[in-house]
């Protein structure tokens, strides 16, 4: 009997590790753990279109339990790991149980960055990264007059959008000078500012929060540390995420910002691959990469599984991203921190748009807005290491994928 793998985490890393083992052909005995009492699902549209009512807890699942079985899959929900024992390669289970592994999977993805005040676990605080959390805040927000968001990053903004379209009156507050400061430009940064508000978003840069005030245990203020106090019966924190790396640095695993694996997946140890949210990724210079997106989760998934099959699928693609906020849609391709110079293609008056970043002459990024026709020729472009020069660029009257193939 071929030996066992065991997958900790139901999330998308854990899903695609799984399903890739089979379409590579592993027939031996496969199960999947997840600490959700859910099959896997899919996380994008919890900050956006579940909560106006556009998908289902049941439209946002990626597999049904059937579909799974049907694949030899065994999916155990509801389950914690909480120890490795990589010397007889044994997982302990906090329900007392143990399961025996020839190989292993480590999914376990991140979880919200906890805000640091008292009164952070007032009534009416909440993370949004999990099912229960946005279906927690969907129970609030029809009563809620008052929404504060802490953090400008993409789960807040597109939290704040939604709760711009429900009517309520909403809050930023973002510690940094601009908005999404880890992840885009300044000239980005500016764009979805004014954005929002242009919406009726109050936004708040520099605004470092200094504490929560409840009434009766409910929030009901925000304080900054320059004095000024925001009515809330909502507040959501989106501050950053976490990675759930402690089961493997207790094992004993190579960890720094999450648990470190190769362009592979693999990690220190030849038995055991990670993949998604709660790796950093050792690059060739050295340097540790961390993403958090579906494409990394995919991606480092079917890595994950080649890996395990003694193959090789180094994850190699330019990362991408994107976002959803009112009528706009960012959709972004390489990492543009470093560059020094940006051509901009299209008008951003009328909010179509895309922004092409250069360090020197080499391309390093583009962000999209409304421009799906550019995205993908633009991911070709990064992915082949072509850098167009700034006038072909700006020429509307040629395709971004005509540069591809001349």
């Known amino acids: 009997m071929t030996a066992p793998i065991i997958i900790v985490g139901a999330g998308q890393a854990g899903l695609q590790a799984a399903e890739s083992l089979r379409s590579e052909g592993y027939a031996g005995s496969?199960?999947?753990?997840?600490?959700?009492?859910?099959?896997?699902?899919?996380?994008?549209?919890?900050?956006?279109?579940?909560?106006l009512g556009e998908f289902t807890a049941a439209q946002l699942a990626i597999r049904t339990p059937e579909a799974l079985a049907k694949k030899g899959i065994d999916l155990r929900t509801g389950i914690t790991v909480s120890a490795i024992d990589r010397a007889t390669k044994r997982l302990r289970l906090t329900n007392g149980d143990e399961l025996d592994y020839?190989?292993?999977?480590?999914?376990?993805?991140?979880?919200?960055?906890?805000?640091?005040?008292?009164?952070?676990?007032?009534?009416?605080v909440f993370p949004l990264r999990t099912l229960a959390d946005t279906q927690a805040i969907a129970a609030r927000l029809p009563s809620a007059s008052h929404v504060v968001v802490i953090g400008g990053g993409f789960i807040g903004l597109e939290f704040a959008a939604v709760a711009r379209k429900l009517g309520k009156a909403v809050v930023v507050l973002e510690a940094a000078p601009r908005l999404m400061p880890r992840a885009v430009t300044p000239m980005m940064s500016d764009f979805f500012r004014d954005l929002h508000i242009a919406h009726g978003v109050q936004v708040e840069l520099g605004a470092s929060v200094c504490a929560l005030l409840g009434e009766q245990g409910k929030i009901a203020a925000v304080h900054t540390g320059d004095g000024r106090e925001f009515p809330a019966d909502l507040v959501l924190v989106g501050i950053g995420i976490l990675p759930n790396a402690e089961l493997a640095q207790q094992a004993g695993l190579e960890c720094q910002h999450g648990i470190i694996v190769d362009a592979c997946s693999r990690t220190s140890d030849p038995a055991i691959v990670a993949a998604g949210d709660c790796t950093a990724r050792r690059l060739a210079d050295g340097n540790l990469l961390r993403l958090e997106s579906v494409q990394n989760a995919v991606e480092q998934g079917k890595s994950a599984a080649a890996a395990l099959l003694g193959k090789e699928r180094p994850f190699t693609a330019n990362p991408w991203f994107w976002s959803d906020q009112y009528d706009i849609k960012l959709q972004m391709v390489g990492l543009a921190a470093g560059c020094d110079r940006t051509v901009v293609r299209g008008d951003l008056a009328a909010r179509k748009f895309s922004a092409f970043h250069y360090r020197g002459r080499t391309l390093i990024a583009?962000?999209?807005?409304?421009?799906?026709?550019?995205?993908?020729?633009?991911?070709?472009?990064?992915?082949?290491?072509?850098?167009?020069?700034?006038?072909?660029?700006?020429d509307l009257s040629r395709p971004v994928n005509a540069l591809i193939s001349r």
């Open 102 to 124: 020839a190989h292993l999977c480590l999914a376990t993805g991140a979880r919200p960055r906890p805000l640091p005040l008292a009164g952070a676990d007032l009534d009416g």
């Open 366 to 394: 583009v962000d999209s807005i409304n421009s799906p026709e550019d995205h993908m020729p633009a991911r070709k472009l990064l992915d082949l290491g072509l850098s167009p020069a700034a006038d072909e660029l700006a």
């Open 30 to 51: 496969l199960t999947m753990i997840g600490d959700e009492p859910h099959t896997p699902y899919h996380r994008p549209p919890l900050s956006k279109a579940y909560l």
